[in-house]
C-alpha cells in the first residue's frame, strides 16, 4: 500500500529518529534495514510496539509470539510500522519469592522501554496475572497511546465429570488429602486435567479478573477478557486491536483521556459483580498512581459495597470462563451495571466511543452464568474494606467467596511469626487450635516476604479438617490468589514488617471481625497496644544489596497499591537527546 504522511495531523514521535537524512538518522534507520525492511517504512507512518510478555517460564503466555502475529497483521492493514518488543514476563507460577515483587520492576523495564525506544503508540500483549497490571502501569506513566490484548483463559477442565477450575481446586484437592477425603494418587491424576490448553486461570482468578479490569477500564476492546486462548476469535480480536492502535495514535488517543476517575469506578463495580480477586484492589490502586488519579481504599469501599456478585464462576460460584465467554462475557456484565445505574455510561475506551455505546445492545445467552440483579450470588459483592485498631489503614475481605456465618465472629488468636513458622506447625496435631479461632499470619507484607505473596489463604490444620471444617477465619498482611476462596482478611495495613498492630498480636488474644460493620479489632487495651507497639522490634530479614533491597527500602502499603515510592506519578514519553 502506498502511505501518505500528509494524512496525519501532527509530527509522530519516531520522525525524531528516522525522518531526514543527517547522520544520526542514518545512523538509526540503517540498522533496522539489517532486517530487510525498506525505505519507504521509514516514510512517517506510526510505530508500533507490540510489548510482548511471551516466556516459556510464563505458561499462561506461551502462545502470545503466536498471538503477536495477528496484532502484527492489523497493523499492517491499518498502515502502521509494528515492531515485536519482548519485555519483563513475571510468572505467577515460577517465580520466586513470588511475582508480585517483580510487578514493579516489570512496569519500570517496560516504562523504559516505551519511553526510550522510537515507538509512537503499543499494544500491551499481556496475560499472567502481574503481566497486566505491570504493563498498564508503565502505559500510565508514559502516557503513549496503548491498547491492551490479553491471551485468553484456558478451557475447561474435567476431572471423573466434575469442572476442574484451575487454582480453585489445586486448593480444595490438597485439603482433601490433608482430611483423608482423596488420595495422594487421585491429586497427581487429577493434576492433569487442570491445564489442558493454552491461556491464562479458567477461573475468575487475578489473570481474569485483570483481564476484566483492563476492559471495564476501557483500556480494552469490548469483549476481550474471555475470549479462550484456544478460540479463532481470539486471533481475531488480537488482528482488530492491531488495527485499532494505529488510529488511536493518529488522534492521541492516550492512556490519561481513558483511565479518568470514572473509569476506575466502573472498574471497581464491575469487580464486584464479577466475583473478582482481591489482588484487583492492590493493581488498580497503583495503576491510579502512575495516571495521576486519586483512588483510595474508601472508593473502593464506597462503589463496590451495594454492588451485587452476578457472575457464578468459581471461585464463588458454579462456572468457568469458557461459560462465561458463551454467556456474553463482561459486556453483558456491563450492561447489567449500566440499567442500574451503577456505570458511568460516558465513559471513553480505545474504541474511541463511550462505554455504554459498547454493550447496550448486548445479549445475555445463560442466566444461571450471568444471573439477573434480582437473583445474585451474593447480595454485596464488592471487596469490603476493614478497619480498626489491628488495621488503621485498612484490611480487605471479598465476601462472595467467605462462609456468612463467619462474616461476624470473635475467636481466638492462633499466630504464626512468618509463612516459615506455619507450615512448621500447621500439621502437628498437638497445636492448640479449633475452629473458632482465628488464624494469623504475619511478616508476609511488601516488605516482609518481601513482595507480598499469596500466602493469606492458609491452609487449615488437618485436624480441623478431618472435622469436615472447611473454613475458618484469616488474618495477614498477605495477599491471596484471585483462584482461592474462604473468610480470609488480607492486605492488613500497616504490615507487621512496617510495625503495624498486626506485628504485635500474641497467641490467646482476642480477635473481632464483623464485615457488615466494616470493624476489625484486637481486643486489648489501647494502652496494653501502644506499649507492645513501642517494645516492638522487626524480625523480618532485611536484604542488602540488589533488587530486593530496593524493593524493601521502596515499597510502599498495600493500601496504596505497593508501588515503589519513586515511580508513582506519570512522567511522560518525552524524546531523549541522540548522543550519535
Known amino acids: 500500500m502506498t502511505f501518505s504522511p500528509a494524512k496525519w495531523p501532527r509530527r509522530l514521535r519516531s520522525q525524531e529518529w528516522y525522518e531526514g537524512n543527517s547522520r544520526d538518522t542514518i545512523y538509526h534507520r540503517g540498522w533496522m534495514k539489517n532486517q530487510g525492511h525498506p525505505h519507504d517504512l521509514f516514510d512517517g507512518r506510526p510505530i508500533i510496539g507490540i510489548m510482548n510478555t511471551w516466556s516459556d517460564l510464563t505458561p499462561c503466555n506461551g502462545h502470545l509470539r503466536e498471538l503477536a502475529e495477528k496484532v502484527k497483521a492489523g497493523i499492517w492493514e491499518a498502515g502502521g510500522f509494528p515492531v515485536e518488543v519482548p519485555v519483563f514476563s513475571a510468572s505467577e507460577n515460577t517465580f520466586r519469592p513470588t511475582a508480585m515483587m517483580y510487578r514493579n520492576l516489570?512496569?519500570?523495564?517496560?516504562?523504559?522501554?516505551?519511553?526510550?525506544?522510537?515507538?509512537?503508540?503499543?499494544?500491551?500483549?499481556?496475560?499472567?496475572?502481574?503481566?497486566?497490571?505491570?504493563?498498564?502501569?508503565?502505559?500510565?506513566?508514559?502516557?503513549?497511546?496503548?491498547?491492551?490484548?490479553?491471551?485468553?483463559?484456558?478451557?475447561?477442565?474435567?476431572f471423573r465429570g466434575e469442572r476442574v477450575g484451575s487454582g480453585t481446586h489445586l486448593w480444595k484437592f490438597s485439603e482433601a488429602v490433608k482430611a483423608g477425603e482423596m488420595t495422594q494418587e487421585e491429586f497427581l491424576e487429577a493434576e492433569n486435567s487442570m491445564s489442558r490448553s493454552t491461556g491464562t486461570c479458567n477461573t475468575m482468578g487475578t489473570a481474569s479478573t485483570m483481564a476484566s479490569m483492563a476492559e471495564a477500564l476501557g483500556m480494552a476492546l469490548s469483549g476481550n477478557a474471555a475470549i479462550p486462548a484456544v478460540d479463532s476469535r481470539r486471533r481475531v480480536m488480537a488482528q482488530l486491536s492491531g488495527r485499532r492502535i494505529v488510529q488511536m495514535v493518529k488522534d492521541d488517543l492516550k492512556p490519561s483521556d481513558v483511565m479518568t476517575k470514572d473509569a476506575f469506578e466502573n472498574a471497581i463495580r464491575t469487580n464486584g459483580a464479577i466475583g473478582g480477586s482481591t489482588n484487583a484492589v492492590i493493581h488498580l490502586l497503583a495503576i491510579a498512581g502512575r495516571v495521576g488519579v486519586d483512588l483510595t481504599l474508601d472508593d473502593w469501599d464506597r462503589c463496590g459495597r451495594d454492588v451485587a456478585t452476578i457472575v457464578n464462576l468459581m471461585p464463588s460460584g458454579e462456572y468457568l470462563m469458557e461459560e462465561f465467554f458463551y454467556a456474553g462475557g463482561l459486556p453483558v456484565v456491563?450492561?447489567?451495571?449500566?440499567?442500574?445505574?451503577?456505570?458511568?455510561?460516558d465513559a471513553l475506551t480505545v474504541a474511541g466511543s463511550t462505554i455504554w455505546d459498547e454493550v447496550q445492545d448486548v445479549r445475555n445467552w445463560n442466566e444461571d452464568v450471568i444471573r439477573p440483579v434480582d437473583k445474585p450470588l451474593t447480595d454485596q459483592g464488592g471487596i469490603a474494606v476493614l478497619r480498626g485498631n489491628l488495621a488503621p489503614d485498612g484490611a480487605v475481605l471479598k465476601p462472595s467467596a467467605a462462609s456468612q456465618h463467619l462474616l461476624k465472629h470473635r475467636g481466638r488468636a492462633v499466630v504464626f511469626e512468618d509463612i516459615d513458622d506455619y507450615k512448621a506447625r500447621i500439621n502437628d496435631d498437638a497445636l492448640d487450635i479449633d475452629e473458632t479461632c482465628v488464624m494469623v499470619l504475619k511478616n508476609c507484607g511488601p516488605k516482609g516476604y518481601p513482595g507480598m505473596a499469596e500466602v493469606g489463604n492458609m491452609g487449615l490444620p488437618p485436624k480441623v479438617l478431618k472435622k469436615g471444617i472447611t473454613d475458618m477465619v484469616r488474618i495477614s498482611d498477605a495477599r491471596m490468589s484471585g483462584t482461592a476462596y474462604g473468610t480470609v482478611i488480607l492486605h492488613t495495613s500497616p504490615e507487621a514488617a512496617a510495625g503495624g498492630p498486626l506485628a504485635v498480636v500474641r497467641s490467646g488474644d482476642m480477635i473481632e471481625v464483623d464485615v457488615e460493620a466494616r470493624r476489625i479489632h484486637l481486643d486489648i487495651s489501647e494502652a496494653d497496644l501502644s506499649t507492645r507497639l513501642e517494645a516492638w522490634t522487626p524480625n523480618h530479614e532485611q536484604r542488602e544489596s540488589g533488587y530486593e533491597w530496593l524493593h524493601q527500602t521502596h515499597v510502599m502499603g498495600a493500601d496504596t497499591g505497593a508501588d515503589l515510592d519513586f515511580l508513582k506519578g506519570c512522567r511522560g514519553s518525552p524524546v531523549g537527546k541522540d548522543s550519535h
Open 334 to 345: 456491563l450492561k447489567r451495571l449500566g440499567e442500574a445505574g451503577q456505570l458511568h455510561k
Open 106 to 158: 516489570a512496569a519500570l523495564a517496560t516504562e523504559e522501554q516505551m519511553r526510550g525506544q522510537p515507538i509512537d503508540g503499543a499494544v500491551l500483549l499481556v496475560g499472567c496475572d502481574k503481566t497486566t497490571p505491570s504493563l498498564l502501569m508503565a502505559a500510565a506513566s508514559t502516557d503513549l497511546p496503548s491498547i491492551v490484548v490479553t491471551g485468553g483463559p484456558m478451557l475447561n477442565g474435567y
